[in-house]
């Protein structure tokens, strides 16, 4: 079998597990939704296989790896199902939908194929290249794996090493396009922007002007976390939008984002931290709406379970892993139980009735504001040259060091527009949502390297790289208000945009 | 969630919405025109530089240039080990005990390139560095008076004043060419002496 068909079999074995797993969730959700997350919650799928093999210390080759991703697709398919028993299910015709999906999703594989185009830095071929090898030669994690690398890269690359590939290069442009797919479509159905026309100009002017930059096409080809992350993250977060604005898909669309968090978390041993990100903005609604507690179990049931399988086995087996500068088993733990307990803290948060608490619970996002109030103070208490220094590295690369051109001039120029003329706010409350994501994703990787590594100037500084992460979500928010501001200039546009902002709302 | 603020006069709402679509259209053509003009010269001499691969390691080590080959080899060479089936990475100091445990029984056989200890004496060792961020703090130590002591198993003791401890420890793969540096207090721990 030629180089071509055998990474095309895995990318089509991912997405095919992916919708597997997701299969009690057609019908349910915007069918659009469903096959976006398909190929993201696949790859996620292969991670289960080496998981198992390191948990049973038993099992090497193909076939476990089969069996695991199987599994996983199983096991998840079994669980969204029993968890949406009962739940009503459109007609439609599926066999067309799949076959036009997966036939988009081949043709894309090909031309990435052929195109064969990578990018590669120290961390590329010193890292994630022998890990991916290393993991198809032993099937079994070791610590210091996930320490420094996470579980899903490693465990993709040894899935197409097992096929005879040992640079997956293709892998990282199929993510980047199916990230470009979910936002492309988290846009198309929540920009508050009522004329279609308009609507369709925008996420493709937004798309476009994302591509453009160098960052975004290196970013899309480089053998790095980055790209998977950026992907999970937005999936995450289009999943939640949708949710929030749309109450048919919601129940559908919450595991969907659980999903794509445990994805975040599993990616980089950084992302249990970044995780607060698209869990906070789901408890923050949840909490605005005073939801049902199903709808946290929605989200979170996914997130815990796939993040306690992936780091319960490497717990049990190697116990409270130390990897010089590298993430820690006891980190670990904390970190998860920090996840597993918010969900429980803000659930019990809305129970105050009055007194202070109860004000909280009533002002979820100056709540979250004052929680990460509190973490940037402790720091500052705890490292305050290593923040400075931070803040000073992060500004500098992000607009002279970091060889990001115009990129982050244009997002913080753009955004400083909608806050000083006060245009976010007309915007509706999705867009708000969206500011209030980025400016927390930056408050968490601020943490993350004070914390841990304050880094250096240059295009290969961790924050650098890793701010990437949130830069279709800020071009998601400005073509927002740059949606809502153009709606409003024409009357007929402004009536347009108030009925969609208030649908959004 | 809260609706459109219908409070405000529609004009200065309009102006605002009208200045909030000028000025996030002139920064946008801006940033376009930059990355047009980036994407039009050699932008990844800041970055590194995309190549084409056929998804073989060799078609890697051709990509991102000779000088790196020897480390890309690394994972590949390890696994030839027989016996060691634990993953091996740089700056994984626990495998590298592996292989170092392998290397003293002398199961394999090593020898330092002069080559390599020569550019590391003249200060050359930026090029044999898998990481010149990361361990450039030791290897500047390293740098500063290092005196070298040969063990069996070739492996090479680098005797540096201002390390913690006065030494570290420095030893190379299979390939012949890259090294390893760990402080002399983890090879002992692990065992190594």
């Known amino acids: 079998m030629s180089v071509v068909l055998r990474q095309l079999a895995v990318l089509v074995l991912a997405l095919v597990a992916g919708w597997v797993a997701l299969a009690p969730l057609r019908g349910r959700v915007w069918s659009p939704l469903y096959h976006l997350a398909a190929f993201p919650v696949g790859v996620l799928g292969l991670a289960f296989g080496p998981l198992a093999t390191t948990a049973l210390g038993r099992g090497h080759g193909l076939v476990p790896e089969l069996v695991g991703l199987a599994s996983f697709a199983a096991v998840t398919a079994a669980a969204l199902a029993v968890s949406l ?3 009503p299910r459109t007609a439609g015709r599926w066999l067309g939908e799949y076959v036009g999906w997966g ?5 894309a594989a090909v031309l990435v194929l052929f195109a064969g185009v990578t990018g590669a830095s120290n961390d590329s071929h010193m890292w994630y290249g022998p890990y991916g090898l290393l993991l198809a030669d032993t099937a079994r994690f070791t610590a210091a794996m996930i320490a420094a690398r996470g579980h899903v890269l490693p465990a993709v690359h040894a899935a197409f090493a097992s096929f005879g590939i040992e640079w997956p290069y293709s892998f990282y442009p199929m993510t980047a396009i199916a990230m470009l797919g979910a936002l492309g479509a988290g846009m198309w159905r929540l920009l508050p922007v009522a004329s279609a026309r308009l609507r369709a100009s925008i996420v493709a002017g937004t798309l476009g ?5 160098p960052v975004t096409l290196f970013m899309s080809v480089y053998v790095h976390s980055h790209i998977p992350s950026a992907g999970y993250l937005v999936l995450s977060v289009v999943a939640l939008g949708i949710a929030a604005a749309s109450a048919e898909d919601a129940d559908a669309c919450r595991p969907i984002a659980g ?14 931290a970044y995780a607060a990100v698209p869990a906070s903005l789901m408890l923050v609604d949840w909490l605005r709406r005073r939801g049902e507690l199903r709808e946290v179990l929605a989200f979170f049931g996914p997130l815990l379970a796939v993040s306690w399988i992936a780091f319960g086995v490497p717990l049990v087996r190697f116990g409270l892993w130390h990897v010089p500068g590298k993430l820690g088993g006891a980190t670990a733990l904390a970190m998860l139980l920090g996840i597993t307990l918010a969900p429980l803290a803000v659930v019990a948060l809305s129970t105050f009735r009055r007194g202070p608490l109860a004000a909280l619970a009533a002002r979820p996002v100056a709540a979250l504001g004052l929680v990460g109030a509190v973490a940037v103070t402790a720091l500052a208490l705890a490292k305050p040259v290593d923040l400075a220094r931070t803040v000073s590295l992060m500004g500098s690369n992000l607009f002279v060091t970091g060889a990001q051109g115009w990129l982050w001039i244009f997002i913080a120029g753009a955004a400083a527009v909608t806050l000083l003329l006060g245009t976010w706010r007309d915007a509706g409350a999705w867009t708000r949502d969206l500011l209030l994501v980025v400016v927390e994703f930056l408050v968490v990787a601020l943490l993350v390297h004070a914390a841990t590594h304050v880094g250096r100037t240059g295009f290969g500084d961790s924050f650098n790289r890793v701010s990437f992460h949130v830069v279709p979500l800020a071009f998601w928010y400005l073509a927002s208000v740059f949606g809502a501001s153009a709606s409003r200039l024409g009357r007929a546009g402004e009536r347009g945009a108030d009925e969609s902002v208030r649908q959004a709302a | 969630m809260s609706p459109v603020d219908d409070s405000r006069p529609a004009r200065t709402s309009r102006l605002r919405a009208a200045l909030t679509v000028i000025g996030i259209a002139a920064l946008l053509v801006a940033y376009v025109a930059d990355s047009a003009h980036a994407l039009q010269g050699e932008w990844w001499r800041e970055i590194y530089k995309p190549f084409r691969s056929d998804g073989t390691m060799e078609s890697v080590a051709r990509g991102i240039g000779k000088r790196r080959v020897q480390s890309l080899r690394l994972g590949v060479a390890i696994r030839s080990l027989d016996g060691v089936r634990e993953v091996v990475a740089p700056r994984d100091l626990d495998a590298l005990t592996n292989v170092a445990n392998e290397l003293w029984k002398g199961r394999t056989t090593l020898a330092l390139n002069p080559d390599v200890l020569e550019s590391f004496a003249k200060g050359t060792w930026r090029q044999w560095a898998y990481d010149p961020h990361a ?7 390293i740098k500063q008076g290092a005196t070298v002591e040969r063990w069996p198993g070739n492996i090479y003791v680098v005797h540096s004043p201002s390390a913690e401890d006065g030494r570290w420890i420095l030893y190379t793969d299979s390939i012949n060419r890259y090294i390893y540096i760990v402080p002399m207090r983890s090879a002992e721990e692990a065992g190594l002496r």
Do not use: E, N, T
């Open chain 1, 85 to 87: 028993r009962g739940a």
């Open chain 1, 103 to 107: 036939g988009v999703f081949v043709v």
């Open chain 1, 209 to 213: 002007a994302l591509c453009v930059s």
């Open chain 1, 259 to 272: 999903l794509a968090a445990a994805g975040l978390v599993l990616v980089r041993p950084d992302g249990l």
């Open chain 2, 135 to 141: 361990d450039a703090d030791a290897l500047a130590r």
